[in-house]
Nanobody, 128 residues
Framework: VQLKESGGGTVQPGGSLRLSCAAS????????MHWVRQAPGKGLEWVSS????????MSADSVKGRFTISRDDAKNTLYLQLDTLKTEDTAIYYC??????????????????????RGQGTQVTVSS
């Protein structure tokens, strides 16, 4: 399994970026895929997930309405569109596979500490 992120950079608050994750070594279309991030000095945080087959998506409250996860199974590529960026979005962004997920009080969560595979990450810096 290989996951390789790209597309990070430095943007001003309110700006946008599109992250990509090229996947190989497994049947991409069969798997849920996830984005997680790690801000400076903090632990891993789940960002967003997309189902296999029906492209159902879930996102953390902190990014809902601003970030959009998508996938292109023909290209074995996962995307994360980041809009209306805030300084608190500054982090290394990772795509991940085989993460433990669960429902709590009817809401979907992913444990970012329990992902079997994660890429090397791409840095997103939001600064004026």
């Amino acid at each position: 399994v290989q996951l390789k992120e790209s597309g990070g950079g430095t943007v001003q608050p309110g700006g946008s970026l599109r992250l990509s994750c090229a996947a190989s070594g497994f049947t991409f279309s069969d798997y849920w895929m996830h984005w997680v991030r790690q801000a400076p000095g903090k632990g891993l945080e789940w960002v967003s997930s997309i189902n296999a087959g029906d492209d159902r998506t879930m996102s953390a409250d902190s990014v809902k309405g601003r970030f959009t996860i998508s996938r292109d199974d023909a290209k074995n590529t996962l995307y994360l569109q980041l809009d209306t960026l805030k300084t608190e979005d500054t982090a290394i962004y990772y795509c991940a596979k085989d993460c433990t997920s669960y429902y709590k009080s009817g809401r979907f969560f992913v444990d970012p500490q329990r992902c079997s595979y994660r890429g090397q990450g791409t840095q997103v810096t939001v600064s004026s």
